[in-house]
């Protein structure tokens, strides 16, 4: 039984991992086919996002809700918060595709952050010329979205500016500001 007990162990923590060891190629295509998530993705979103919110984890990790532009419905999407400059950033790893970018530009950029305790937010976006900095600090934040955004992590601040178009990227301000 013990050995049962260690082998399911190893292949959720390989799996929870894939981000970090697996091809980009081969994990976009496991779990986000075509650009968007799959079944198990959205499952594993879903938990992350309540796991987040929750409070326990590093600051960084937060769940943004947004009412879904269409339904209406509440959502929740496990984000990771840049920090650069004093300002904190919100990224979409998924680029204009993520359901919360569109939510969030529907909303006029009203949302709430949870993290331990919910937080009224403005979400503005940021400029495509000043995104580099953002996207760089980003990814060394983010080890789970370095799989989705084809850059080196040490790549120079040009290199981050040539893909910037494709990420939006959100400031967090408080709502009201």
């Known amino acids: 039984m013990g050995y049962f007990i260690a082998i399911v162990a190893l292949i959720v923590i390989a799996f929870f991992s894939a981000s970090l060891w697996m091809p980009r190629s081969w994990y976009r295509a496991m779990l986000y086919p075509g650009g968007r998530p799959n079944a198990l993705a959205r499952r594993m979103n879903s938990a992350s996002a309540r796991l987040f919110a929750a409070g326990i984890l590093p600051e960084s990790l937060v769940s943004l809700e947004t009412v879904g532009r269409r339904t209406g419905r509440v959502h929740l999407a496990p984000l990771v918060m840049a920090e650069t400059a004093g300002e904190r950033y919100l990224v979409s790893m998924l680029g204009e595709s993520a ?28 400029p495509v010329g000043e995104r580099a900095p953002i996207l760089k600090a980003f990814l060394r934040a983010a080890p789970g979205a370095r799989p989705h955004i084809d850059i080196d992590l040490n790549a120079e601040l040009s290199e981050f500016a040539r893909i910037a178009p494709l990420y939006p990227v959100f400031r967090v301000t408080q709502h009201g500001r």
């Open 99 to 126: 359901n919360w970018v569109h939510n969030v530009r529907a909303a006029h950029g009203i949302a709430t952050l949870h993290h331990g305790r919910a937080e009224a937010v403005r979400l503005e976006e940021v």
